[in-house]
């Protein structure tokens, strides 16, 4: 398949590229840095050989002296290699390579000492494709499948899809030693699913998982280390009502949420495709606002009475608000989260996003198709 250009701007200094294995991060820079000096460490021989001597890092850099940037692929694997990047950094400042560290885990990594070289990488994130990004975008598709470049490029989309959490389970967490008990991890991970787009309770998780709350933090931390997960924070600037404290929880892609959610006789499809939907825009909020550098925030609205806003962002270009719903047709109920929202914020921008094919202005507030929606989301461009 034809290399996809993507929305990810790589500075010209040296940078920390993080990321979940699969969005597609070393296809990208083997396309934006061919010339460069490469480290596979996914290469077993390799990771090998720089685990037992991490100092190589430095031979092979010195060896190479027009290089003028080395790539090590999935640094985490090999954490003391840090330590050796910091010293050719220090000692070669400007006169050196710029060096680029693609990472799918930050436990080992931030353990081993990633802040040491805070101050001297950048810090980017590979998300999945934005609809943007494809040649033709099926939102039906992407609900279904998801927008991993993994998953996208091969020819057995829903195998892979199928097989991803579980690969990923048993060469990240079992490799990392993250947890005892793969099964009681794998048990978690299933319920946790039900959560996806809701205040997360973990108490209730715990319960429903046999596990202490202790154990369901952990757990929740791997995810997110691993970059599968993330909870979202409650909006509270200058808030006017009670709101509720918890925040809520999505995993990373639709189609990775499809794949380990369970679906049976008393689960409505509609239930699982409105997550599926609502977890879809907020992965393309999540990459508009990294890629576009911005330093905006993403969070949700929640108040004590059970108004509620899916999504807020906030920063420098302004106030937004979106609401998702999977209906083919708006009601004035729709509305009343944002309503409540724009009472507390007349300066926001509300949107409403819904699977019709109309665009409308109800209330004051534009309702607009989702699909199309998605597809004219640009970095470095105010969302419409």
């Not at 931390?221 to 909006?235: M, S, T």
């Not at 509620?308 to 302004?318: A, H, L, N, P, R």
């Not at 979106?322 to 309503?339: A, I, M, Q, T």
Request: charged share 30%.
């Amino acid at each position: 398949m034809a290399f996809l250009g993507r929305f990810l701007q790589p500075p010209e200094a040296s940078y920390f590229l993080f990321g979940p294995r699969g969005t597609g991060k070393s296809t990208f820079l083997r396309e934006a840095l061919a010339e460069a000096l490469w480290v596979d460490l996914l290469r077993p021989e390799l990771e090998q050989r720089f685990a037992a001597r991490p100092e190589r890092l430095r031979e092979l850099v010195d060896g190479e002296p027009d290089a003028a940037v080395v790539v090590v692929d999935e640094v985490q694997k090999v954490p003391a290699l840090l330590d050796v990047v910091h010293d050719l950094l220090v000692r070669r400042g400007r006169a050196g390579p710029r060096f680029v560290l693609t990472g799918s885990s930050a436990r080992k990594l931030r353990r081993a000492g990633v802040n040491l070289l805070a101050g001297r990488l950048l810090l980017e994130r590979m998300h999945p494709f934005m609809a943007a990004e494809l040649p033709s975008f099926d939102l039906g598709l992407a609900l279904r499948r998801g927008l991993l470049p993994v998953v996208y490029d091969s020819d057995t989309p829903d195998a892979t899809l199928a097989a991803y959490v579980a690969l990923y389970i048993r060469e990240e967490v079992q490799a990392e030693g993250l947890v005892r008990r793969l099964d009681h991890f794998a048990r978690f991970v299933e319920r946790v699913s039900f959560s996806h787009g809701a205040v997360l309770n973990i108490s209730e998780v715990a319960r429903e998982t046999h596990a202490s709350r202790k154990t369901v933090e952990a757990y929740i931390g791997i995810l997110e280390d691993l970059y599968l997960a993330f909870r979202l924070p409650v909006f509270r600037r200058r808030q006017k009502r009670q709101l509720t404290v918890h925040p809520k929880f999505y995993w990373f892609d639709a189609g990775v949420f499809r794949s380990v959610r369970p679906a049976g006789p008393l689960d409505r499809p509609e239930e699982i495709e409105g997550g599926a939907l609502e977890g879809l825009v907020a992965q393309h909020l999540r990459a508009w606002l990294d890629y576009s550098g911005s330093g905006a925030t993403l969070s949700f609205w929640r108040t004590k009475s059970g108004n509620e806003v899916d999504f807020v962002v906030y920063g420098e270009e302004g106030l937004w608000a979106f609401e998702v719903k999977n209906s083919r047709s708006v009601r004035g109920r729709d509305l009343r989260g944002l309503r409540a929202f724009l009472e507390d914020y007349p300066a926001a921008r509300a949107r409403l996003l819904y699977r019709g094919d109309e665009r409308l202005e109800i209330q004051g507030i534009r309702c607009e198709p989702c699909e199309e929606y998605l597809a004219d989301i640009r970095p470095g461009h105010l969302l419409r």
